[in-house]
DNA sequence: TAGGCTAGCGCAATCGTTTGTTCATCGGCA
DNA sequence: TGCCGATGAACAAACGATTGCGCTAGCCTA
């Protein structure tokens, strides 16, 4: 059992409030020296370490973020949350990580359990934004940060990228390359995301002066599965599309495990491109070309975001979004080098 | 600000303790069923949810756990957590993630501070077992559990793989198929991986009536880049190796890399075996030749011991040993499938 | 009608810190 | 000698929940 302070009081012979200003160096303290050396000796002694539970309760901070996503064995989410853990961990904070795999029960419970515990914030980037558990948190003054998608439920702050942008770059690029019959492998319309890549791609093709085929685009969720499942659908209609904008690396994955299984080359039959730059999109082969986002930036930006909006006690209503990079592969060019090519970069906040 | 025990006491016109009994659901409670009702409608209405700091500071249990791992970014690590969040969960445990970068200090500070927030339990998948940060936690009575590697000093709890066996068998598979001059990219000979996997590629030898040449196990650390770095030296011998066992899938990702690099073909001119059968490894082309271990196990069984010993208070100095099963893929035999074949399955715990 | 039993709650200590306030002591100065 | 201002440290009230124990009615029984 850990030392407490009305112990080391004990043996030092002097009331628990004085260790306890000796040990957190409080500023206006008048001390004799002969005491103070005579506790920091103790306190070095002992290796005191403050219970941090006692200390919450009467500071009613716990130093302690959470960080919400669908899976962490998915590398996108990976990386995100050492972007968190990276800025939380040098100013003492430790982060609990709750997967919810697309569960809103899941995500709900997880909710729940940790405003009883009472984290001082939390990081959000699952789905079901618009989940009474999320507008609790809005009730609640817990300070939150939304990641990747967001809810047009009010002006809740956010750090991603800029989808509608990427939809549309991603989608010129097949444009340039000369496809006029794209496919979309979406996401749901419900989702931030899903929604604006979609509005992307559509735009991309006006742009152009084209118009887009409704039934070339079709949902597909978020992971390797469900896009395999889509993209057999998709493959399968009378006259193909010859290049597909897939909403997610997953997605894309899946695409090429399928399209191969159904004969078409890659790119040569069909040309294939992502959105996220997944480490795993320039190692499988072909390499996956993928609009890159620093994602490991969305972690570090939103956990300073969460934890200015905790320290200095300020709602912090601010949008971040990033602009995501072209980085072309041999899913969409043959014969490119392994690593990819990357456009241009860019960030921008509002 | 969530509501107290206090304010509802007020509303309801009796003591907190009352509130509080009936909240738990105190089993050898006499109240009026007016009282309790009354109660009950109380707390459903204000979704009445208990501080969990008071909580814990009163009951001394904080229904939190602890995983220390060296990078979630490595898929070996992001599985592991979820064998053990998955059991966790359930349990009403929440589970924070430290990443350590490999860095003794970060692990140290990173014990330090889990050990201030009084967490219920550790898990520890990281190096630096013998740090005094880990002598500390054997020193306090917070249970933990040492998973994948595992110290000598004393009996810790302890999940993982039969690493001897492990390296032999691959080993053996490289022999099988004819090769005689095998190198092995070692971990480090003061990690129990590492040491034992490297006695296992030794003994495979001696059991085959070969002799291992020294002058072909060097050094590679665990990370894709330490792998690819020594590598490189030992396939510039003046007389290389036809075969290498590489301690980590992610070291073997390195040496496929650089072999390609320096004109070898795989695995004709290089066959390559690796270690943990991480997902990329069979996605990567060509499929890496791996020794399975059921990583998401690792974490529930890990967890589930965690739990025991915390919920029943017992030691439960156990360890538990898998038996690897060889994967073989296209680094080592050509013309596979790409899903590899599995040998056979098994587990033991002693 | 007195005594005892029980149902139904309230009391208060406790977990370990933090922090505003009070209190005693001592030296200096008039 | 008497008073005053520092100085150095103790006091005590929180923070919010849990829980063994005690207390007060009311009812039953003798």
Redesign the interface.
Known sequence: ??VTLKELAARANVHPSTISRVANNDPGLRIATGTRSRIEALLRETGY??????R??KLRQ???L?VVIP???N?FF??L??GV?DVA?PR?F??????TDGLPE?QR??L???????VDGVIIASSFLKDPSVRDLRG??RPFVLVNRFSDEGEDPFVGSDDLLGGQLATAHLIDLGHTRIGHLAGKSTVSTGMLRRRGYLAAHTAAGLVADPGLVVEAGYTEESGAAAARHLLSVPDPPTAVFAVTDMVA?GTADVARQMGFRIPEDLAIIGYNDIP?AS???PGITTMHVPIHEFGSVAGRLLLDQIENDEPAQRRVRFTPDLIVRESTVAGLTRSGRIARSNSSAE
């Open positions: 059992m850990p370490q403050p219970n941090g539970i006692a919450g309760l716990t130093n302690v959470a899976d962490v064995t590398p990976a990386a949350f050492r853990e961990a003492g430790n982060v609990l990580l709750c997967n899941r419970s997880h729940q359990s940790l405003q009883a515990r009472r609640q003054k994955l795993l190692r499988v082969s």
